[in-house]
């Protein structure tokens, strides 16, 4: 599903060299390393946000080098879910409208039914009509993992989605990110320095 050969990145001050990834479709893999590895560069680079400089990226048979702008923006709508560290909404939309456009960007159906579910294992249903600014650095950070679940992708990357918050919902998050992932036997990569989930990973490579 995912194959990685050779990646490193440079700036201008440094330069980055990634170990090799080989992630099967289903597979579970936490990246793992302090702040300043490289950790956010490298899941820019799975998903084709940052341009590969050297090595190859491939993922479920397509490689990413070959791709135009445009046809990354659709390669990544239709296979990729993304949860970053820092939450990107529509400010004017409230949580129940920035996944239901989630949905219809990706050309499915806005399914209410589904976004209420995914809100409400996330313990925040009871936010789905405010604006995301309007809620908590935690509660933006779960209506993000809903926006990345919504269109059962086939391979979700998350950087940091347990960074801001507590013990019970990083427990809640980790349950939900691997139930859906099961559910649809997407692929699930979390890119992390939290200690918390080291153990709840079978396969974990260190940055």
């Keep these: 599903m995912l194959i990685t050969s050779n990646i490193s990145y440079s700036y201008p001050d440094q330069t980055l060299i990634f170990p090799n990834i080989n992630c099967s479709k ?114 933006q950070q779960r209506v993000a993992i809903a926006r990345a679940l919504i269109n059962n992708p086939a391979i979700i990357l998350a950087d940091e989605p347990t960074s801001a918050l507590d013990d019970s919902n990083t427990n809640a998050v980790f349950e939900l990110l691997i139930e859906q992932a099961n559910e649809v036997e997407a692929t699930l990569i979390v890119v992390t320095h939290d200690q918390r989930l080291k153990d709840k990973f079978i396969n974990r490579i260190e940055l």
């Excluded at 090595?55 to 990413?64: A, E, N, P, R, V």
């Excluded at 390669?75 to 909404?89: A, E, N, V, Y």
């Design 26 to 139: 289903g597979d579970h893999t936490l990246l793992l390393g302090d702040s300043g590895c490289g950790k956010t560069t490298l899941l820019q680079l799975l998903c084709g946000l940052r341009s590969i400089q050297k090595g190859d990226i491939s993922i479920d048979g397509t490689s990413l080098k070959n791709l135009s702008n445009a046809e990354l923006d659709q390669f990544r709508g239709d296979k990729i879910g993304l949860i970053f560290q820092t939450s990107h909404f529509i400010r004017a939309l409230t949580v129940y409208e920035n996944l239901a456009i989630a949905q219809s960007l990706a050309g499915q159906r806005v399914d209410s039914k589904k976004i209420i579910k995914l809100l409400d294992r996330l313990n925040i249903e009871g936010k789905i009509k405010r604006k995301c600014h309007e809620l908590s650095q935690g509660e």
